[in-house]
C-alpha cells in the first residue's frame, strides 16, 4: 500500500530535549516536505527536499533541522524544542515538486513543555 | 513571495445548499491550484486541482474556478451533505506550494 509513514504520531517532551520525528515513503517520490499545522495559521512548510541530498528551506525553518540521505526518509529533528514548537506537524511527499498530488502522512503531534 | 489568502474561515451552511470558498494568490506566476480537504483528525488529501491554462474543472459536486486577471480561484461544492464537513486548504505553486489558512465547513443536517 501507497503511504507516508510518521513516527511517534504523539509526544510529550520537555524543553531542551532533541527530538527526531521521522518520516517515511514507499512510492519513490523524489520531492518531500514537512509542514506544521497550527489553529488559524493554516499548512507552514517547514523544510523540503527535491531530492537525495537536496534540502532547503521553507517559510518556518528556525529551531529545525532535516537530512535526506535516502530517498525513502526525510527526518525532521528538533535539536532544541521550545514550547512554540508545540502543534501538529506532517510530512508530505509527491512524484515531483510541480506534478501534483501531495501525499501526506498521519501527522504527529508535539507538546513541548 | 508567494501569498495565499483563504476566505471564510469558517462556514456553516444547510444540507443540499451549496458552500462557496474564496483565495487569492499575489504571485501571477502562480501556475498550479489544488485544493485539500482535512477531515476532523485525519490527514489533509486532494479532491480537486486546476491548473492555470484552464478556467473550470468539475468533479460532481466540487468545481473549482480560476480568474488569472484577478488571482483568484474559488471551490464550488454543490448540494452539500453532512459528510462534507471538514477544514478545507486551497493552495498556490510557484516554485514551492503555498497554503491558505484554511476554511471549516460545517454542513448542519
Known amino acids: 500500500e501507497a503511504q507516508v509513514t510518521q513516527n511517534p504520531r504523539y509526544l510529550i517532551t520537555v524543553t531542551g530535549k532533541k527530538l527526531t520525528v521521522t518520516c517515511s515513503q514507499n512510492m519513490n517520490h523524489e520531492y518531500m516536505s514537512w509542514y506544521r499545522q497550527d489553529p488559524g495559521l493554516g499548512l507552514r512548510q517547514i523544510y523540503y527536499?527535491?531530492?537525495?541530498?537536496?534540502?532547503d528551506k521553507g517559510d518556518v525553518p528556525e529551531g529545525y533541522k532535516v537530512s535526506r540521505k535516502e530517498k525513502r526518509n526525510f527526518p525532521l529533528i528538533l535539536e532544541s524544542p521550545s514550547p512554540n514548537q508545540t502543534s501538529l506537524y506532517f510530512c508530505?511527499?509527491?512524484?515531483?515538486?510541480?506534478?501534483?498530488?501531495?501525499?501526506f502522512g498521519e501527522g504527529s503531534r508535539l507538546t513541548v513543555l | 513571495g508567494e501569498n495565499v489568502e483563504q476566505h471564510p474561515s469558517t462556514l456553516s451552511v444547510q444540507e443540499g445548499d451549496s458552500a462557496v470558498i474564496k483565495c487569492t494568490y499575489s504571485d501571477s506566476a502562480s501556475n498550479y491550484f489544488p485544493w485539500y480537504k482535512q477531515e476532523l483528525g485525519k490527514r489533509p488529501q486532494l479532491i480537486i486541482d486546476?491548473?492555470?491554462?484552464?478556467g473550470e474543472k468539475k468533479d460532481q459536486r466540487i468545481a473549482v474556478t480560476l480568474n488569472k486577471t484577478a488571482k483568484h480561484f474559488s471551490l464550488h461544492i454543490t448540494e452539500t451533505q453532512p459528510e462534507d464537513s471538514a477544514v478545507y486548504f486551497c493552495?498556490?505553486?510557484?516554485?514551492?506550494?503555498?497554503f491558505g489558512q484554511g476554511t471549516t465547513l460545517q454542513v448542519k443536517p
Open positions: 527536499s527535491m531530492n537525495v541530498e537536496v534540502t
Open positions: 493552495a498556490a505553486y510557484t516554485g514551492k506550494l503555498i
Open positions: 508530505a511527499s509527491s512524484l515531483t515538486v510541480d506534478t501534483g498530488e501531495l501525499f
Open positions: 486546476i491548473r492555470s491554462n484552464v
